[in-house]
T-cell receptor, first 111, second 113 residues
């Protein structure tokens, strides 16, 4: 079945630094990847949709300059949290409609 | 935007009992899915039910779908401690395959040994 590999699983970074999260589709080509964010004890909220070879589509209220999304190939989509702050600490997870598959998630803690 | 609404928000039962969670949604859908999320971890796809289906079984799971009422239920029979997790209903809107999946707020299920 379809597998999405997400890396890293967790990361702790200092405030002001940038963090890149990668999602790779291992056995299929993902033309579209969805990025979600989940705060503690809350549901997952769609942040943006990445499309291979074109600009990502961001949901209302999500800063596109802060959350940079790149989908340069059919098997790799990345989310970069730039100039991270403690309020960006959250669980980030990518997902593909192909096989309704999600990555295992990345827990980001900004200190 | 949030579409699914799970009910109850939290549920605590004894091991061996059955657990029922409900989900309501607002728009027309292609399918509805249930996922499980253990604390602080990734999502596990449990079951998918299509809009033209009314009931589906998978092991100890039974899912129903009532498109006239825009609601679904997830029944876990003979619950086990390992079933402790958050459960989300997730919808894909009709014609919305490119718009992502919409998550409900989730039901936090606690199975007491």
């Amino acid at each position: 079945g379809a597998v999405v590999s997400q890396h890293p699983s967790w990361v702790i970074c200092k405030s002001g630094t940038s963090v890149k999260i990668e999602c790779r589709s291992l056995d299929f080509q993902a033309t579209t990847m969805f990025w979600y964010r989940q705060f503690p004890k809350q549901s997952l909220m769609l942040m943006a949709t990445s499309n291979e070879g074109s600009k990502a589509t961001y949901e209302q209220g999500v800063e596109k300059d802060k959350f940079l999304i790149n989908h340069a190939s059919l098997t790799l989509s990345t989310l970069t949290v730039t100039s991270a702050h403690p309020e960006d600490s959250s669980f980030y997870i990518c997902g593909s409609n192909y096989g309704y598959t999600f990555g295992s998630g990345t827990r980001l803690t900004v200190v | 935007s949030q579409q699914g609404e799970e009910d109850p928000q939290a549920l605590s039962i004894q091991e061996g009992e059955n657990a029922t969670m409900n989900c309501s949604y607002k728009t027309s859908i292609n399918n509805l899915q249930w996922y499980r999320q253990n604390s602080g971890r990734g999502l596990v796809h449990l079951i998918l039910i299509r809009s033209n289906e009314r009931e589906k079984h998978s092991g100890r799971l039974r899912v129903t779908l009532d498109t006239s009422k825009k609601s679904s239920s997830l029944l876990i029979t003979a619950s086990r401690a390992a079933d402790t997790a958050s459960y989300f209903c997730v919808t894909m809107e009709s014609g919305g395959g490119a718009d992502g999946l919409t998550f409900g707020k989730g039901t936090h299920l606690i199975i007491q040994p």
